[in-house]
């Protein structure tokens, strides 16, 4: 519990780290009109599309110094030899952050979706496939910037992005199957799926490769 | 090392004679395909190697493993020097893919599941490569090289399976090991030529690159110094 209230505290004192991405996935989605004419009427069309991707950049911007900053004042080194677990700590970090980035960002999101949109019942409905996304994409990144801790976020992206681009065929079909008001429950089961293989594993792989940083 | 080098020129010239023997099978003695006349005769290059650009995957997952298993640091350069070659074979199967479509689709590319998970396959042996050369410290990047080898294998049986996942425009696999093949007997048999072929071409190559890995990370011990 401790842990938690550390990490929350943490990153709630460090404005930047929260407030920037969910500021930078506003505008994003603000400017996205303003590059098409605005009477057009199939802006819901590109809305996904744009979504997905404001989503995507905006985790990878995320979780940019999820792990460096502790790595570098040491807290870290300290956290790997303490008694509490490293692969808990990791994942209440990972945690947190979503808590603080990622469902903000699904409450944004959908609010634009309703805006974009027009339909309340494509609103509701997309609101758990951004919530179990953001996490699934704080999650994947996180290993991607703990595998270049110390070379720059550019590189982890960059090896892990690929990663997850299977998952956005996923959404884009999910996205469809609502459109046409057909069940999409399984599409959520399946993220669902993902999620918590994914949740239990990065941690794990995480922590593996911080104590090899740290050797 | 020394028998390497004995094994490696009848693996060459092996496989280099099957290959060409099963293009020209191929391309000259089989019959016209019914439906996509003379184009499908670009299976004996785009099935070869599309097949080993991906088993070149699944064989750096395994000797990935078996590196973060037992420490084995020979698996560890193989797992470095497969990378170069993947990435080009995927390219191969990717050009060769987007050249047979426009006879047979009328268009260079399409954004459909297979294709596109293709294309993955190349951006992470990109990936790869530039992962493991950004660290100095080689231990370290055989180390995140190896992790991030057997966490990207999760695409392998996407990949595989697209075909059948989604609708999509390509057309499903040819040769499975269950079913009775949907590809006629005169054409299976230089197809299986040229895979065997190209497999043993490109395990050429893979010993090649690895053997150079091999000389130069030890290139400060003394048994290098005996062998060259």
Not at chain 1, 8 to 13: E, G, P, Y
Not at chain 1, 163 to 192: M, Q, T
Not at chain 2, 52 to 71: E, G, N, V
Not at chain 2, 157 to 165: L, N, R, Y
Request: proline share 4%; glycine share 6%.
């Amino acid at each position: 519990m401790n842990i938690i209230k550390f990490e929350l505290l943490k990153l709630r004192s460090k404005s930047r780290g929260w407030l920037g991405p969910i500021l930078v996935f506003i505008l994003i989605m603000v400017a996205f009109p303003l590059t098409v004419e605005i009477s057009n009427k199939d802006l819901g069309n590109s809305f996904f599309a744009v979504l997905w991707i404001a989503i995507l950049l905006v985790m990878m911007l995320a979780t940019e110094d999820i792990f460096l900053e502790d790595f570098n004042d040491g807290s870290l080194e300290q956290f790997a030899i303490s008694n509490i677990s490293l692969p808990y700590i990791i994942a209440v970090k990972i945690f947190i952050y979503w808590l603080l980035i990622g469902v903000p960002i699904s409450i944004i999101g959908s609010l634009f979706c309703l805006g974009f949109t027009n339909s309340s019942n494509l609103a509701i409905n997309i609101f758990p496939i951004l919530l179990i996304t953001s996490y699934i994409f704080i999650n994947v990144f996180s290993f991607g910037n703990a595998l270049s801790l110390t070379k720059g976020s550019v590189l982890g992206t960059l090896v892990t992005l690929p990663l997850l681009l299977p998952l956005l065929i996923v959404l884009g079909k999910a996205v469809i199957s609502i459109n046409l008001n057909l069940n999409y429950l399984g599409f959520v089961a399946l993220l669902l799926g993902v999620l918590s293989i994914i949740i239990f594993l990065i941690p794990l792989i995480i922590s593996y490769i911080i104590r090899a940083h740290l050797e | 090392m020394y028998q390497v080098d004995r094994a490696y020129s009848y693996i060459f010239y092996i496989s280099l004679v099957l290959y060409l023997v099963s293009i020209f099978w191929g391309l000259f003695v089989t019959p016209e395909d019914f439906v996509q006349g003379n184009s499908y005769r670009i299976i004996y290059l785009h099935v070869p190697a599309s097949f080993i650009s991906q088993s070149l995957y699944i064989a750096m997952a395994i000797a990935s493993a078996i590196f973060l298993i037992w420490k084995v640091k020979l698996s560890a350069y193989l797992v470095r020097s497969i990378a170069p070659i993947g990435a080009i074979t995927t390219f191969i199967a990717l050009i060769s893919g987007s050249i047979w479509g426009i006879p047979t689709w009328g268009t260079w590319w399409v954004w459909d599941a297979r294709i596109v998970s293709t294309l993955i396959l190349f951006i992470m042996y990109l990936g790869l490569i530039s992962l493991h050369d950004s660290f100095s410290n080689h231990e370290k990047a055989d180390k995140f090289l190896s992790i991030l080898v057997l966490v990207g294998s999760v695409n392998i049986p996407i990949i595989k399976m697209s075909v059948e996942w989604w609708s999509t425009l390509h057309q499903p696999a040819s040769i499975t090991i269950s079913d009775k093949p949907a590809i006629d007997l005169v054409m299976l048999y230089p197809l299986f030529g040229s895979i065997v072929g190209f497999a043993g071409i490109v395990t050429c190559l893979v010993i090649l690159s690895s053997k150079l890995q091999i000389l130069r990370r030890e290139r400060n011990k003394s048994w290098i110094k005996n062998y060259v």
